[in-house]
């Protein structure tokens, strides 16, 4: 399965070389840099010790998009005083997540980002789900090299045990789901309500393959007496006084 690590503009060499460190004794191996040629200094395989590999292979692009490209399933780790949303996942909640949507995702990618000031709100917003690690204090937090260990030690399992076979399923599913879930809001009318797009961004995250599609059973059915409503038929029930 494709699952990059994806780094945003990160500004030291040997934090690059420190995640990929931890990512060759992990099991992870595809490394995806935005916006940054700091792991072309030479610190950076300096740290890397052994895990060379990983820095000759990286793949580099300009922006977050970019490298989500090709990516069905996105996770994207963050402090909460910098994030927009209202749920954060623990790294056990990611893995077992990512346990099952790589029964029925092609890819999946863990996204992390600058040392200084983490990610953005519109690099937030292109993910599907957003995960922090629960500390003590808020200060000294990890730095990259850090995070990156505790969530490839985390989520080692993926490269540990395979994926069971089931039947083949639609990789756009969430992204369809959520583009009719922002469609709807339009036709009700009540798309400026940023805080629900925002929940129903997150939530969609969550849901496990036979919950989508039950989802997007229903939505058909709400899109279909809708139509029949604005064309006269009968559907819902006339409203109430």
């Known amino acids: 399965m494709l699952f990059p690590l994806i780094l945003v503009s990160p ?23 935005v916006a940054s040629d700091a792991w072309q200094d030479p610190a ?9 590999d990983i820095l000759d292979n990286l793949q580099t692009y300009a922006t977050l998009a970019e490298a989500l490209a090709d990516i069905d399933f996105s996770v994207a780790t963050t402090a909460r005083s910098r994030a927009k949303f209202r749920y954060y996942a623990t790294p056990e909640q990611v893995e077992i997540q990512l346990l099952e949507k790589r029964q029925w ?29 629960p500390m ?3 200060y000294p937090s990890l730095n990259l090299g850090q995070a990156v260990m505790v969530y490839c030690y985390q989520l080692a399992k993926l490269n540990q045990v395979a994926a069971p076979a089931v039947a083949a399923a639609d990789a756009q599913q969430l992204q369809a ?21 925002d929940w129903i961004n997150q939530r969609i995250g969550l849901l496990e393959q036979r919950d989508s599609a039950m989802l997007h059973r229903l939505l058909h059915d709400i899109e279909k007496k809708l139509i029949d409503k604005s064309s006269g038929k009968s559907g819902f029930s006339s409203d109430r006084s």
């Open 11 to 33: 500004a030291r060499a040997e934090n690059i070389g420190a995640a990929a460190r931890a990512m060759k004794t992990m099991g992870f191996s595809q490394l995806r840099i």
């Open 44 to 52: 950076a395989r300096r740290v890397a010790h052994g895990a060379g």
């Open 105 to 133: 995702v092609n890819s999946m990618a863990l996204v992390f980002g600058r040392e200084d000031s983490g990610l953005t709100n519109e690099e937030l917003e292109q993910v599907d789900l957003l995960t922090g690690i």
């Open 136 to 138: 003590a204090n808020d």
């Open 177 to 197: 789901l959520r583009q009719r879930f922002h469609q709807l809001l339009q036709t009700l009318e009540v798309s400026d309500d940023e805080k629900m797009a």
